[in-house]
């Protein structure tokens, strides 16, 4: 009996070959894949989520104008992750430009008042996770620049250590040693900054 095998999704570098070749709709496809990654990346240098939004993209708008002079270069890169890593440090520069041009990342409100803690039970856990989820984001703001890069695309973009490394221009030595100090960093920064939150100290 015959049985139909699903087709494997194209790589990047057949889709940046299409694309070279006038296929522009391949490009489409790229943007498709890597648009909630890069969005998440660059939510961490942008003060809301329309201008993240925006963000994302300048990056794609960015990487197609640079394309045609880009790709073929990148396809004479051994590997699969060429594109990816190009892509990922259009993101990050867009970020860091927007950052240091005075943008501050949006934090959700601590509630402390006595009508958030008589809300219903389903109210008060989304309040507590939008709060730990302002905490994590204001410890990460204080971390080391290189060290929320490093952060950012190991665990928003879910890139390897060795696409990280690429992406930032450093060894992957390197990239896994900001991580852990990262890491280390932010366990202790949450924790200082969920201490001195009045709302978590009544908490169990």
């Known amino acids: 009996m015959l049985r139909l095998v699903p087709a494997l999704p194209a790589s990047d570098k057949a889709l940046c070959d299409a694309f070279l070749a006038g296929d522009r709709a391949a490009f489409g496809v790229l943007v498709r894949r890597y648009q909630e990654p890069v969005f998440r990346v660059v939510r961490r240098y942008a003060g809301s989520v329309d201008e993240a939004k925006d963000l994302v993209q300048r990056a ?59 809300r219903p039970a389903d109210a008060l856990e989304a309040l507590e996770r939008a709060e730990a989820e302002a905490l994590t984001r204001l410890a990460v703001e204080r971390l080391p620049p290189r060290q929320r890069e490093v952060f950012s695309l190991r665990v928003d973009a879910a890139l390897p250590f060795a696409d990280v490394a690429e992406v930032l221009g450093i060894s992957e030595g390197n990239a896994k040693s900001h991580f852990h100090y990262a890491v280390k960093r932010l366990r202790a920064e949450v924790h200082a900054l969920a201490s001195a939150n009045p709302r978590a100290k009544e908490r169990p």
């Open 60 to 118: 794609f708008l960015q990487a197609f104008e640079a394309a045609q002079r880009t790709l073929p270069r990148l396809a004479a890169t051994p590997g699969e992750s060429a594109f990816k890593a190009w892509l990922f440090r259009i993101a990050v520069n867009l970020g860091k430009n927007q950052a240091r041009d005075g943008a501050r990342w949006a934090t959700v409100p601590l509630e402390t008042s006595a009508d958030a803690l008589s």
